[in-house]
């Protein structure tokens, strides 16, 4: 078979599958914060939840166990639209000019003309190797998807997709590190997690990364410098640090570990007065256990309760509802609007144990998706001060599909805005009181930001 004759098949073979899977989106409602997992042939849909980000605060390294050590379940999260007010309604679509009709959204087999006409010509006379159908194949989808200019629709070849989808699960190890992006697309450590292989080999905050086991990663996705960087325990991998104050770059090898990271931390404040509650993930036991922590804590008698959402990279979003069930009396929690203009509102209910107790939270640039629509909603109502630096304003949802050779393309299906209709998206949450410090550890002695909201509460000012 020539190679147009592949192309031809395999793209017809995926325009068929856009089709399905959009005609499926307009059966279902979007029923995760952030990817809704759809096999080509079904409607009724599984669902993962997990933060897609430019920069992630906890993917690469941590492995969040349940109470039990099992891995994370899919969930179905489905949500009944209330009769409330939406205050504005979605913009309509740009109109479409005669002369778009039948160029712009209608691509079909009769386009590639072009795309084979040049590919023809290269066969015949470029002097050089050239690359493999499937390498052909990717380079085009994702170009195709680049011109989206949305940072989140983006496609994955197979070995990417199979790490992403273990990292999911909760079944993946790395080398214990909380990772940014700066404005020049570096790759750089946030801080490494206490006693993980990451701290151990020497990693300092503010090191970039610029080569993974020797490849040069500038302009790489965050998705694929956390996939690379994955890997069995026990297996080495070699990371270039370029550190401030050092002349030269140089390699540390680590080696790769299993890393389990509690998804609650707590302790007890200014002589029992102030209970400080750290959440680490939104996934399946967050809910349950942070309830348990915050019960205890007001059984004990504390009167102000620190709720700290710094690098916290989202999860799931009926913890986020679940977590706002806690704290927040019966209203509405996010409004989601769709690409098709439809709406859905998600709410809280009544009669959770904290949803007096007085609140401080904590948030930071890393603080994204689930931990903004919390955020966002708790200051939307006047529930607690925010403290610290505006979020990193990551408020869409995308469908994830499947290609029969295990490779994944995502596309953003809605956006999320705040009980009082506030965009998220691009935006973030803008503290109350603006402290900007990024501390070794969170919530130890040397945490300033954690110093200046006990202040806060003490003084009240």
């Known amino acids: 078979m020539t190679l147009k004759k592949k192309m031809i098949a395999r793209w017809g073979s995926l325009l068929a599958t856009i089709v399905?899977?959009?005609?499926a989106c307009t059966q279902a409602q979007p029923t995760a914060e952030i990817q809704v997992v759809r096999e080509t042939v079904e409607v009724t849909v599984p669902v993962v939840v997990t933060q897609i980000v430019e920069r992630v605060v906890t993917r690469e390294v941590?492995?969040?166990?349940?109470s039990a050590g099992?891995?994370?379940e899919t969930l179905i999260v489905t949500a009944t639209p209330a009769p409330t007010q939406i205050p504005t309604p979605t913009p309509a679509p740009t109109e479409r000019s005669p002369e778009d009709i039948g160029q712009v959204g209608d691509f079909d087999a009769?386009?590639?003309?072009?795309l084979f006409e040049v590919w023809g010509q290269i066969e015949e006379n470029f002097y050089g190797e050239l690359p493999s159908d499937d390498i052909l194949t990717d380079a085009i989808i994702k170009a195709t998807l680049e011109q989206l200019n949305?940072?989140?629709?983006?496609?994955?070849?197979?070995?990417?997709?199979?790490?992403?989808?273990?990292?999911?699960?909760g079944d993946f190890e790395g080398i214990g590190a909380y990772v940014d992006t700066d404005e020049n697309g570096y790759f750089f450590i946030v801080r490494p997690i206490p006693n993980t292989p990451a701290f151990q080999a020497g990693i300092k905050p503010g090191d970039i990364i610029t080569h993974v086991d020797g490849e040069h990663i500038v302009g790489w996705t965050t998705d694929e410098v956390v996939a690379i960087v994955r890997g069995p325990r026990g297996e080495p991998v070699v990371l270039t640090i370029q550190r401030e104050g050092t002349a030269e770059p140089f390699d540390l090898t680590i080696i790769r570990d299993r890393i389990v990271v509690p998804v609650v931390e707590t302790q007890a404040l200014a002589d029992g007065k102030i209970g400080y509650v750290r959440l680490v993930s939104f996934n399946q036991v967050a809910s349950q256990q942070l309830e348990i922590e915050v019960t205890n804590h007001i059984n004990n008698g504390v009167e102000t309760i620190i709720f700290d959402l710094r690098d916290n990279g989202g999860g799931l979003l009926d913890a986020a509802v679940s977590i706002g069930d806690l704290f927040l009396d019966?209203?509405?929690?996010?409004?989601?609007?769709?690409?098709?203009?439809?709406?859905?509102?998600?709410?809280t209910g009544d009669g959770d144990i904290a949803e007096s107790i007085n609140m401080?939270?904590?948030v930071n640039e890393n603080s994204a998706s689930a931990s903004e629509l919390l955020a966002a909603a708790l200051k939307d109502y006047g529930r607690a001060t925010l403290i610290g630096t505006t979020t990193f304003g990551k408020g869409s949802v995308q469908n994830v599909?499947?290609?029969?050779?295990?490779?994944?393309?995502?596309?953003?299906?809605?956006r999320f805005f705040s009980p009082n209709d506030n965009a998220i998206n691009q935006v973030g949450v803008s503290p109350d009181i603006f402290f900007d410090y990024r501390p070794e550890i969170l919530g130890d002695e040397n945490d300033l930001t954690l110093q200046r909201a006990i202040e806060f509460i003490l003084e009240g000012e």
């Open 20 to 23: 399905l899977l959009a005609v």
């Open 401 to 414: 599909f499947e290609i029969d050779d295990g490779s994944q393309y995502r596309i953003t299906k809605a």
């Open 330 to 347: 019966e209203g509405l929690f996010v409004i989601i609007r769709n690409s098709d203009d439809t709406m859905e509102q998600l709410t």
């Open 70 to 72: 099992g891995e994370v």
């Open 150 to 169: 949305d940072r989140y629709t983006i496609y994955y070849p197979p070995e990417i997709a199979k790490r992403m989808n273990d990292g999911f699960r």
């Open 360 to 362: 401080v939270v904590l």
């Open 110 to 114: 009769a386009d590639l003309d072009k």
């Open 62 to 66: 941590i492995i969040v166990q349940d």
